[in-house]
């Protein structure tokens, strides 16, 4: 069954760089067809969608976050990672990883496979 | 980007209500592309329908989506005491995602 799990400090200092780490057991993020990405929702408020991969090595952005993050994968470990630059009290926000697709490289956006969630709360 | 509205923000109901859900994009949207997710407190958003009208496996078929183009409807057919939940819509279109600010169906 698969299982995702989102790993991290729970609290980072304004203007410091976001480090979290996202754990895949059941699947294999490098040998499967389906998208691997991030997702957050500040307190009380809605979701938005940080960026995603596939592993035929395409990464996609939210175009109003992509001059700060980066998302990164270890194969190795399967594990994929997401860096979060120069963060303010806005990105305080519970943090989740997800699968999207259909496993045919298509659908990015469906998520039928998500974490539990991380709460990062950036202090000044 | 494509913005994605929802509303009403809040529908309040009773249990055994129907409710109806809207979700309007600021441009055509692939019906392929849409989906709907049911969030209850404390916990990640579950996928419920994908491709607009398909519920996604275990979804009960109380719950349906339709809808094209710009806009898209979610329908609980009878609400239970379990549908009480915050839902989102989200499009995907040229590889960017976008969710809609989210429906709160909460007890009357």
């Known amino acids: 069954q698969l299982q995702l799990r989102e790993s991290g400090p729970g609290l980072v200092k304004s203007s410091e760089t976001l480090s979290l780490t996202c754990t895949v057991s059941g699947d294999s993020i490098s040998s499967d067809n389906y998208f691997w990405g991030w997702i957050r929702q500040p307190p009380g408020t809605g979701l938005e969608w940080i960026g995603s991969?596939?592993?035929?090595?395409?990464?996609y952005y939210n175009p109003s976050l992509k001059s700060r993050v980066a998302i990164s994968v270890d194969t190795s470990k399967n594990q994929f990672s997401l860096k979060l630059t120069s963060v303010t009290a806005a990105d305080t926000a519970v943090y989740y990883c997800?699968?999207?697709?259909?496993?045919?490289?298509?659908?990015?956006?469906?998520?039928?496979?998500w974490g539990q969630g991380t709460l990062v709360t950036v202090s000044s | 980007e494509i913005v994605m509205t929802q509303s009403p923000a809040t529908l309040s109901l009773s249990p055994g209500e129907r409710a109806t859900l809207s979700c309007r994009a600021s441009?055509?949207?692939?019906?392929?592309?849409l989906s709907w997710y049911q969030q209850k407190p404390g916990q990640a958003p579950r996928l419920l329908i994908y491709g607009a009208s398909n519920r996604a496996p275990g979804i009960p078929d109380r719950f349906s989506g339709g809808g094209s183009g710009t806009d898209f409807t979610l329908t609980i057919s009878s609400l239970q005491p379990e549908d009480f939940a915050v839902y989102f819509c989200?499009?995907?279109?040229?590889?960017?995602?976008?969710f809609g600010g989210g429906t709160r169906v909460e007890i009357k």
């Open positions: 441009q055509s949207v692939s019906s392929g592309y």
């Open positions: 989200q499009q995907d279109y040229n590889y960017v995602l976008t």
């Open positions: 991969f596939s592993s035929s090595e395409n990464t």
């Open positions: 997800a699968r999207g697709g259909d496993g045919t490289w298509n659908f990015m956006g469906r998520l039928a496979d």
